[in-house]
């Protein structure tokens, strides 16, 4: 198991940027890949990075060129660097942590609010 603690949203005027950052409770080297999913109200959860355990990325077609995942093995972090933000970036984002045992088991943090105005 992990836990998952998340940090960084808030309020951002459009154009602005905010960091995300991402603790797992146990070694991110034990963690086969993570990421950042985003939920607005009334749409369902969506992908919109991902990053490996050999750090490999991927992101949704609607943030590339403005969000980068990244993850710094000496702090145990993952983070998420959001530029260029729009209204409807507007969701909780969610850190997702995927652990390899048998198979794929998805964990989950508590989510946090990032809010860009119109």
């Known amino acids: 198991q992990v836990q998952l603690v998340e940090s960084g949203g808030g309020l951002v005027q459009p154009g602005g940027s905010l960091r995300l950052s991402c603790v797992p409770s146990?070694?991110?080297?034990?963690?086969?890949?993570m990421g950042w999913y985003r939920q607005a109200p009334g749409k369902q959860r969506e992908l919109v990075a991902i990053?490996?355990?050999?750090?490999?990325?991927n992101y949704a077609d609607s943030v590339k060129g403005r969000f980068t995942i990244s993850r710094d093995n000496a702090k145990n972090t993952m983070y998420l660097q959001m530029n260029s933000l729009k209204p409807e970036d507007t969701a909780v984002y969610y850190c997702?942590?995927?652990?390899?045992?048998?198979?794929?088991?998805?964990?989950w943090g508590q989510g946090t609010q990032v809010t860009v105005p119109s």
């Open positions: 146990r070694s991110i080297f034990s963690i086969y890949a």
């Open positions: 990053i490996t355990s050999g750090s490999i990325t």
């Open positions: 997702n942590a995927k652990i390899l045992i048998s198979t794929i088991m998805d964990y």
